[in-house]
């Protein structure tokens, strides 16, 4: 059993989750700095508190809550960003490293879908979750944050189809 | 779930972006700091050996032990004496003077109050509620010592003890 705060090498372990965890935060904050500042603040937290790198549920919990804070902390600063966005054309950070025109479609398609739906696949897709663990991060069933997926990868799939 | 395997895998092979090397650096800089905070957070959980506000308490409470079993003691020899007076009317005025003076031996007189003031802070100035004129805050951190001695037996009492005092003074503008 690995334990974050034993273990010497935690630079492996957060390398291996930092971009799933990073685009997760990024569902709450456009900016990739804003998003960095709380995958950090939840990585600290998760290591100060001894949990086991097994538990990575909590640290998606952890993500979830410091960004909802963070939300709730800046909205007024948000606001303020979101009229500026309004009125110039500001560029924002990728969340994927596209490869060709249908990854770009694909990713645009994600980012439309709502947020509820987008939360689960970004789990299970990237950060390979079990639905167990995303019920566990939403507070909902198992049941629920599977339908949630099913649903959001039929509209994918819908938005991708060629007409 | 299989309906969804073609899709699923053109989700797979899109990368998330990668973090910026200088989080790496910033996370472990955090960790240090956690590590250090929590080292000098246990330090300062060690209970100090000089607690002394707790002393303070402590010695005050011996004294005021000390002062009313004094007192009750001296109670219990005044009804004696009653007593004594009563059943022995017809007794000599030596023996009523020495019952005296045995009375006298038990009574501590205050011999003397010391107050030593080893810190003074200046806390800055401020205004009280509906007065405009400014009060400049001073905390004085003290030391007193109350002394009692009986005169008749020689033995002396001492009770030491920290206070704190704030006293405001009106500072006048020129």
């Known amino acids: 059993m690995q334990n974050l705060a034993s273990h010497e090498d935690w630079k492996s372990c957060f390398s291996e989750v930092a971009p799933g965890l990073l685009l997760f935060a990024r569902q ?3 900016s990739a700095a804003d998003a960095e500042d709380i995958v950090q603040e939840a990585f600290v937290k998760f290591w100060r508190r001894n949990h086991k ?8 919990t952890a993500v979830r809550s410091i960004a909802l804070d963070f939300i709730r902390r800046d909205s007024r600063r948000a606001r303020r960003e979101a009229s500026a966005i309004s009125e110039t054309d500001e560029f924002i950070e990728p969340q994927f490293e596209f490869e060709d025109d249908t990854q770009r479609a694909l990713a645009e398609a994600i980012d439309v879908l709502p947020c509820e739906q987008r939360e689960v696949v970004v789990m299970k897709i990237w950060n390979e979750l079990t639905f167990a663990e995303i019920a566990g991060v939403l507070g909902v069933s198992q049941n629920t944050a599977a339908s949630r997926y099913r649903y959001a990868l039929a509209a994918l799939r819908n938005t991708l189809q060629p007409r | 779930m ?5 899709i699923e895998n053109e989700l797979r092979k899109l990368r998330p972006a990668q973090p910026s090397p200088i989080l790496f650096e910033r996370i472990e800089e955090a960790m240090m700091n956690c590590r250090e905070g929590a080292w000098s957070a246990t330090q300062s959980r060690k209970p100090s050996p000089y607690n002394w506000l707790s002393l303070g308490f402590g010695l005050a409470a011996a004294a005021a032990l000390v002062l009313f079993a004094a007192i009750s003691m001296e109670h219990q020899h005044d009804g004696g004496k009653e007593i004594a007076q009563i059943s022995r009317e017809s007794e000599t005025a030596p ?5 005296k003076e045995s009375t006298s031996s038990d009574k501590f007189l205050p011999a003397g109050a010391t107050r030593l003031v080893y810190n003074t802070r200046n806390e800055g100035l401020q205004f009280a509620r509906g007065s405009g004129q400014p009060l400049r805050r001073l905390r004085y951190q003290t030391r007193e010592t109350w002394q009692w001695r009986n005169p008749t037996t020689g033995a002396s009492l001492r009770v030491s003890y920290p206070s704190e005092e704030v006293v405001l003074i009106p500072v006048s503008g020129q």
């Open chain 1, 28 to 30: 709450w904050v456009q």
């Open chain 1, 53 to 60: 790198i097994e538990n990575r549920a909590l640290l998606y």
């Open chain 2, 2 to 6: 299989n309906d969804f395997s073609e």
């Open chain 2, 95 to 99: 023996l009523r003077s020495s019952a």
